[in-house]
């Protein structure tokens, strides 16, 4: 089991031990692909970690782009996270119902706005839950809280960005979605969007890099995967996936592995996929 990290990655042990800080602030991250068929936040509402809120993927976002949930204004994200109870000086983990999903994806926005003191809980909900520790369905109290943010434009890259970083190779592009959408041979779960991945990018599955459990494999397991994908990690990293969610995943594990020079293409694949004018390769 990987060793916990305030700020990278936690244990379900860390977190109970940690429950009666007053400090410390939980988070429900809970998404899925509308073909899951599962409401997060109706699950959260019949049963989260005590004290945990909902943080809203979709909602916490920049709704005014055609993409999805894509990263949301710094003065969003202060203000949804005051009215939350989150503020200056707080420790947040936050975890998701599916193991390791979309959690990472919160931690990677609380980086790119400077809290670096943000884990995710590894395993998620249903570690917490196999292990017979508490749930309940009551909304915590909560009171407004003073946040400051710093936003990191290095830790995120538009479609420009990446086209440059493509054909220059100054930085590499790996993609967490799977072998087939890869390749192109497994449709797109995005209605539209072309078969493919983005030119000269390493493929490596999100789920490569996680147990059965849904916990995170060790980091030395994590550094052999990614050698034997073709990753080099002393050179920059761009992460991308689907939508930009599981490509967070991706950048969990480099920052565990002490890679600091790395950054998530927020459009991603729903991006670089609907547009005719970027190259794509097959294969």
């Given at each position: 089991m990987?060793?916990?990290d305030?700020?990278?990655?936690?244990?379900t042990d860390?977190?109970?031990a940690?429950?009666?800080s007053?400090?410390l602030?939980i988070?429900?991250?809970?998404w899925?692909?509308?073909?899951?068929?599962r409401?997060?936040?109706?699950?959260y509402e019949?049963?989260?970690i005590?004290?945990a809120?909902f943080?809203?993927?979709?909602?916490?976002?920049?709704?005014?782009?055609?993409?999805?949930?894509?990263?949301?204004?710094?003065?969003?994200?202060i203000?949804?996270?005051?009215?939350?109870?989150i503020?200056?000086?707080?420790?947040?983990?936050v975890y998701?119902?599916?193991?390791i999903?979309?959690?990472?994806?919160?931690?990677w926005?609380?980086?790119?706005?400077?809290?670096?003191?943000?884990?995710?809980?590894?395993?998620?909900l249903?570690?917490w839950?196999?292990?017979?520790r508490?749930t309940?369905?009551?909304?915590?109290?909560?009171?407004?809280?003073?946040?400051?943010?710093?936003?990191?434009?290095?830790?995120?890259?538009?479609?420009?960005q990446?086209?440059?970083?493509?054909?220059?190779?100054?930085?590499?592009?790996?993609?967490?979605?799977?072998?087939?959408?890869f390749?192109?041979?497994?449709?797109e779960?995005?209605?539209?969007?072309?078969?493919g991945?983005i030119?000269?990018?390493?493929?490596?599955?999100?789920?490569?890099l996680?147990?059965a459990?849904?916990?995170?494999?060790?980091?030395?397991?994590?550094?052999?995967?990614m050698?034997?994908?073709?990753v080099?990690l002393?050179?920059p990293a761009?992460?991308?996936?689907?939508?930009?969610?599981?490509?967070?995943?991706?950048?969990?594990?480099?920052?565990?592995?002490?890679?600091?020079?790395?950054?998530l293409?927020?459009?991603?694949?729903a991006?670089?996929?609907?547009y005719?004018?970027?190259?794509?390769?097959?294969?």
């Open positions: 990987p060793h916990s305030p700020r990278t990655l936690v244990s860390w977190l109970a940690h429950m009666g007053p400090d602030r988070l429900d991250a809970s899925y692909l509308p073909a899951a068929g409401d997060p936040r109706a699950e019949a049963g989260h005590p004290g809120r943080f809203d993927i979709d909602e916490i976002a920049d709704t005014r782009s055609d993409l999805p949930h894509m990263a949301p204004s710094p003065e969003k994200f203000s949804r996270m005051r009215a939350m109870g503020g200056d000086g707080h420790q947040v983990v998701d119902g599916a193991g999903l979309s959690a990472p994806r919160v931690w926005l609380f980086q790119l706005f400077g809290k670096a003191d943000t884990a995710v809980l590894d395993g998620g249903p570690k839950r196999a292990e017979g508490p309940e369905d009551m909304a915590p109290i909560m009171r407004d809280r003073h946040m400051t943010v710093q936003r990191n434009a290095q830790l995120i890259k538009d479609v420009t990446v086209a440059a970083a493509s054909k220059l190779g100054d930085a590499q592009i790996i993609d967490a979605r799977s072998a087939g959408r390749r192109g041979d497994e449709p779960p995005r209605e539209g969007l072309r078969q991945h030119p000269n990018a390493l493929n490596l599955p999100f789920t490569d996680l147990n459990d849904g916990t995170m494999k060790p980091d030395q397991d994590l550094a052999r995967i050698a034997a994908v073709g080099d002393k050179k761009i992460t991308t996936c689907g939508s930009g969610v599981t490509a967070a995943i991706l950048s969990l594990a480099l920052a565990r592995l002490g890679h600091r020079n790395h950054a293409y927020d459009g991603s694949w991006e670089w996929g609907m005719n004018d970027l190259k794509i390769e097959r294969g």
